[in-house]
């Protein structure tokens, strides 16, 4: 095991396997007053090759903290994204952050996805996969209008691995009698054929219910089931 230094605390991480490098990736979000995702390279010991910090000032509001997952991607470039990790205050801006990274730590490129700008919409970042058709995908929990029971959905994302650019966002409400639930999305995984299956829980705050929750789409999104 290793211990690693920092100014700050950090929280909310992941640590993976790069065989082609024979290095370690992690990634953790830093708890200061910027919330920024800090990404460290290490060899197969662990010792610390370099660390770099990414993400914009404030995009995440310091009581909702932040999470972060980072992977490779390919043999020469990492996927790196965050959120927020809650929604304790849906007041401030909490946008997703998706980057790729060489591996000496420089930047491809980067993006904010500002969803703070769509009249105040609220995201909480889950998971993020390589597809394959070759694109990125990521999903989460997101709250486009008003708060209060039923008003969070499961959302789910497309990129371009070239460039980042936004092929398609979509989010999904589930039907289930139980009334007005909130859809919270944990993680994210990818079938043989294709379709992405988002799983976590409905949830009541009211009546203080949760039940499993199991969302399969085809590659473009549709959406094949929700139970």
Not at 40 to 56: A, C, E, H, I, V
Not at 111 to 125: I, K, P, T
Not at 139 to 157: E, F, I, N
Not at 183 to 198: A, H, K, S, T, Y
Request: aromatic letters at 10%; glycine letters at 8%.
């Amino acid at each position: 095991s290793k211990d690693y230094l920092f100014e700050n605390p950090m929280n909310w991480g992941s640590v993976h396997e790069w065989p082609a490098q024979n290095a370690l990736v992690l990634a953790g979000f830093t708890l200061d007053s910027s919330q920024n995702i800090t990404l460290l390279k290490t060899d197969q010991s662990g010792n610390l090759l370099w660390s770099r910090r990414f993400g914009s000032n404030n995009n995440i509001s310091p009581q909702n903290l932040g999470r972060s997952a980072a992977f490779p991607d390919t043999d020469v470039t990492i996927l790196l994204a965050g959120g927020a990790a809650s929604l304790a205050n849906n007041t401030d801006p909490n946008d997703l952050f998706v980057a790729r990274v060489i591996p000496n730590g420089q930047l491809i490129w980067a993006h904010n996805y500002c969803f703070s700008c769509l009249n105040g919409a609220d995201v909480v970042f889950s998971a993020i996969r390589k597809t394959q058709d070759g694109n990125i995908v990521v999903a989460g929990t997101v709250q486009p209008d008003a708060s209060g029971p039923g008003s969070k959905y499961a959302l789910l994302l497309k990129l371009n691995p070239v460039d980042g650019a936004l092929l398609w966002a979509k989010y999904y409400r589930s039907t289930n009698a139980f009334n007005k639930p909130d859809g919270w999305v944990i993680d994210l995984q990818e079938r043989p054929n294709g379709n992405l299956v988002l799983s976590g829980y409905l949830e009541n705050t009211a009546q203080n219910n949760q039940f499993g929750l199991v969302l399969e789409t085809d590659p473009n999104g549709q959406l094949q089931r929700i139970q």
